[in-house]
């Protein structure tokens, strides 16, 4: 058998064992994720091969991860000398492949928005109707989950890893536009109010139909099934990929409680209220036995609510309103703010604070100080977190107060035990999550007026 066809064969048996060992795959990634994998300086060596292979060695990460990965997220994998750089062993190259993908995934999604828009227009002028409204819970904000689009792309490449590239990708995203989002309609008859009777000036009414439009966004399971076309097989290598890649980048969009992040789970929470901060708050955890089983999506509120279950908290902290985690769920499903099997958009936060009058505002990872003030002011933070005490993923949890020594009180929807901690600003600052949109994984929530 030739060279060439045995290490194909090999790279496809790799492949289907990766298939296969997903969990074990990802807790190796999440080690190589703590020594962090952008940052690593490695020593400079004659040959390209040599370089990736003590990358690989030092990163303990499966050769078909990386192999189906390359020039997408890290650049080229094998590189032959030259001075061309490489995201395995630079940052800024590594930052700039990340932008580009998500700006091109996001000018697709705007340019999918555009179409269906345009669709509904020429639907409504064939429709016969007096008037249109159009429901756009994407109107303020594009969502997406940019790791489970390209895992899903290079599953779908198998072992042609060769073929694998960003300019590719992207043209297959830019080429499926009517794909990205749908729309549905009903017709509503309305009385309004009509011309005045020019004889006698008087008010007069006029029946009209009002078709009303709803867009859905058909998002990254139709893409598994209808533009990429995976099979079952590569359908559990796409999820392998994208958890392995949110670990590996530290990206606290993927907020899915590993087995060590929650603790006291089957237990009823009913009445708690933390009352030890400026702003008294009611506690609600994700586990509880009344809820844990609760759907959020086709998720459910165990495992994947931690955002749903944070803004019931801020929300029944701060508005004259219950609002328990469930509810809170179905609210950020049915506004576009649910991210299938990766927990919630970062967009729920806002998102839901907005739709209860609360007022919200972001703060960056270097500014402590501003975190500090608010929370000693009554206001109420949610924070995006990293790997580290509170998760070994992604994990929302909610800021609840500052004591007089400057220690940091939390509401962890995970984990009771953690909500009656006191934890260093240092070490909140440091886990949260670097890849938050403008580096501001805090959103400080206050009530209106």
């Not at 089957?266 to 089983?293: A, H, K, L």
Request: hydrophobic share 35%.
């Amino acid at each position: 058998m030739a060279q060439e066809e045995k290490q194909k064969q090999s790279a496809a048996h790799t492949a289907a064992g990766a298939a296969k060992t997903g969990k074990a795959i990802a807790n190796v990634a999440k080690g190589a994720a703590s020594g962090g994998l952008a940052g690593m300086e490695l020593a400079k060596s004659k040959t390209g091969k040599k370089l990736i292979l003590i990358a690989v060695v030092l990163l303990m990460i499966p050769v078909i991860i990386l192999a189906m990965l390359p020039t997408i997220i890290f650049g080229t994998l094998f590189v032959d000398g030259s001075d061309e750089k490489s995201g395995f062993t630079d940052g800024e190259t590594l930052n700039q492949n990340i932008v580009e993908l998500n700006d091109g995934i996001s000018s697709a999604l705007s340019a999918g928005l555009n179409d269906v828009l345009d669709r509904i227009e020429a639907d409504y002028q064939q429709s016969g109707c007096d008037d249109y409204e159009v429901v756009n819970p994407y109107a303020g904000d594009i969502r997406y989950n940019a790791n489970l689009f390209i895992a899903q792309y290079c599953a779908s490449k198998d072992t042609d890893a060769a073929s694998i590239s960003k300019s590719d990708m992207l043209s297959k995203l830019g080429s499926n536009t009517a794909q990205f989002y749908s729309f549905t309609y009903v017709d509503e008859p309305r009385t309004v109010e009509g011309e005045p009777n020019p004889d006698t000036g008087e008010a007069t009414t006029k029946d009209i139909t009002v078709r009303i439009y709803t867009i859905t966004y058909n998002g990254e399971s139709y893409f598994e099934n209808e533009v990429f076309a995976l099979t079952d097989e590569q359908k559990k290598l796409a999820g392998d990929y994208a958890n392995n890649l949110s670990m590996v980048l530290r990206d606290g969009n993927y907020q899915v409680l590993g087995e060590n992040d929650y603790t006291d789970y089957g237990i009823n929470y009913e009445g708690v209220v933390f009352t030890d901060g400026s702003t008294p708050v009611v506690y609600y955890n994700q586990m509880d036995d009344r809820w844990c089983d609760a759907p959020y999506g086709t998720d459910n509120v165990g495992h994947y609510g931690c955002g749903p279950t944070s803004m019931a908290i801020v929300v029944s902290s701060l508005t004259n309103e219950t609002v328990d985690p469930p509810h809170m769920a179905l609210w950020a499903y049915q506004n576009g703010h649910w991210c299938s099997g990766s927990g919630s958009y970062h967009s729920v936060v806002p998102g839901a604070a907005k739709a209860w009058g609360l007022n919200v505002e972001t703060c960056r990872r270097d500014d402590p100080q501003k975190l500090a003030d608010a929370l000693a002011s009554g206001k109420l933070v949610v924070a995006i977190m990293g790997p580290g005490h509170f998760t070994s993923r992604g994990h929302f949890i909610v800021l609840r107060g500052v004591t007089s020594a400057g220690k940091i009180l939390v509401a962890d929807p995970a984990s009771y035990r953690r909500s009656g901690q006191e934890w260093d600003i240092s070490l909140i600052m440091g886990e949260s999550s670097v890849n938050a949109a403008s580096n501001s994984p805090f959103w400080i929530i206050s009530k209106a007026g």
